[in-house]
């Protein structure tokens, strides 16, 4: 994913809204495709990759063991805590009692679990101001899966802004959430790596 001219200045940020800023990217011509969200007033677009929606695609299969079909969502705008944090996670998972706002889009407040995959690009959103508005938020499980080192990072225990806990598995390893309001256990056995130019695997 790469940022669209770095940060786009359309008028003064001051006077934004995330509203705003979704309606002028509906009028812009963004492909088919193109995944596009705003973090911290920034818009970012990118294709997705093979890798990256075979990932997304093995979360959500495992996830309908718990979670029906219409309380998972994926590129779906989600608003969370922040400055004009507009986020399109790769997956989002509800609490079975969750009521969507009055504009049709799912409350923060209900998120139970949230998984992003990396693109090289814009890693450091989903390591950084992603990580920081989801504990914000309290959102029980982060899972950050990033096919470059092989690696999945899980982020629990949100408390006073922070997650408390956070534990690293490489791709193969099961990660054990039936301890967490997810309740299952994601494997990560089939999860892809993303390769170089001319077939060699990406390094860490």
């Keep these: 994913m790469t940022v669209l001219e770095d940060r786009i200045v359309m ?5 934004l809204t995330l509203d705003m800023m979704f ?10 495709g193109i995944k596009a ?19 997304i695609l093995d979360i959500v299969e495992q996830l309908r063991a718990r979670y029906p079909r219409k309380r998972i969502a994926s590129d779906v705008r989600i608003d969370f805590p922040g400055r004009l ?12 009692d969750s009521v969507k706002d009055g504009n049709g889009r ?17 890693a450091g959103n989903d390591y950084g101001p992603k990580l ?3 504990a914000v938020a309290g959102v029980p499980v982060y899972v950050i899966a990033d096919p470059y080192t092989g690696e999945c990072h899980l982020h629990t225990r949100p ?5 408390r806990t956070a534990l690293t598995f490489d791709f193969g390893d099961e990660i054990d959430l039936t301890g967490t309001l997810v309740g299952i256990t994601l494997g990560t056995d089939e999860f892809p790596r993303e390769q170089k130019k001319g077939g060699a695997t990406a390094a860490p």
């Design 159 to 163: 408390r006073d802004g922070k997650y």
């Design 85 to 96: 944090n507009g986020f399109a996670s790769d997956v989002a998972a509800f609490k079975e």
């Design 37 to 55: 969200e705003i973090v911290q007033g920034a818009i970012y677009m990118s294709p997705q990759r093979q890798t990256h929606w075979e990932i």
């Design 11 to 15: 008028a003064d940020q001051s006077e």
């Design 132 to 134: 920081d508005a989801y």
């Design 106 to 122: 799912w409350r923060y407040q209900d998120v139970e679990f949230v998984a992003e995959v990396i693109s090289k690009d814009t």
């Design 23 to 32: 309606e002028l990217l509906e009028r812009m011509p963004v492909p088919e």
